[in-house]
């Protein structure tokens, strides 16, 4: 198995719902990463996981909050979100946080807060 | 800090022509080198990468060399197809091994 595995692959939802991001990979990489990536830009690094320990946080928002419940498994909670939130949520994973051979991305998470 | 420029797009070709996209990095030491992929609507795949100096990169037709001497990674396919028409990403590893660093994306279009 070569994939990260996105879940939902879209999502609508109100400023003060509560939902969750998932991200599955089964290739024993140990590290784990959530990108967000605006129309025609790059993707933005938000929180890095090493090892389960979460080891990056880019100066992300407090109603983003990561959660990374085992070595394959790493979720994104969201609540109470703002419209500029809305974005394509990418989840990658790679061997660990140092190495050479770049990153496996999941098709991501298109989500629109309304 | 490390960083990577691209070519500003769009870039719009005729089906069959020739496709160069130019990248160019600032990194010290040997950065790893990437090409990653994203068609309209999906998440990033990486195309292909090199890890050392004079390396050639190569998938589906693509191809990239890793120049240290111009600190350049361009991407070069000999005859593009509508199905190519996506966004590519340049990106370095640097050689302290951790966070992967993207160009701003060139865009692509191929027409028939």
């Known amino acids: 198995d070569t994939e990260v595995t996105q879940t939902p692959k879209h999502l609508v939802m109100g400023m003060t719902n509560k939902k969750s991001l998932k991200c599955e990979q089964h290739?024993?990489?140990?590290?784990m990463y959530w990108y967000k990536q605006k129309a025609k830009k790059p993707p933005e690094l938000m929180f890095v996981?090493?090892?389960?320990?979460?080891?990056i946080n880019e100066s992300v928002p407090s109603r983003f909050s990561p959660e990374c419940p085992n070595s394959s498994l790493l979720n994104l909670h969201l609540h109470a979100l703002q419209p500029e939130d809305s974005a394509l949520y990418l989840c990658?994973?790679?061997?660990?946080?140092?190495?050479?051979?770049?990153?496996?991305f999941g098709s991501g998470t298109r989500l629109t807060v309304v | 800090g490390n960083s990577v420029t691209q070519m500003e797009g769009p870039v719009t070709l005729s089906e069959e022509a020739f496709l160069t996209i130019n990248c160019t990095y600032t990194?010290?030491?040997?950065?790893?080198l990437f090409w990653y992929v994203q068609y309209p609507g999906e998440g990033l795949q990486l195309l292909l990468k090199?890890?050392?100096?004079?390396d050639k990169g190569s998938n589906k037709g693509f191809e990239a060399t890793y120049r240290k001497e111009t600190t350049s990674f361009h991407l070069e396919k000999g005859s593009v197809q509508v199905s190519d028409s996506a966004v590519y990403f340049c990106?370095?590893?640097?050689?302290?091994?951790?966070?992967?660093?993207f160009g701003g994306g060139t865009r692509l279009m191929v027409k028939p």
């Open positions: 990194a010290t030491g040997y950065p790893s």
């Open positions: 990106a370095l590893i640097g050689d302290a091994g951790n966070m992967l660093t």
């Open positions: 990658a994973s790679s061997q660990g946080t140092i190495n050479y051979y770049g990153y496996t």
């Open positions: 996981y090493s090892y389960e320990k979460l080891s």
């Open positions: 090199a890890t050392k100096a004079d």
């Open positions: 290739m024993g990489h140990r590290a």
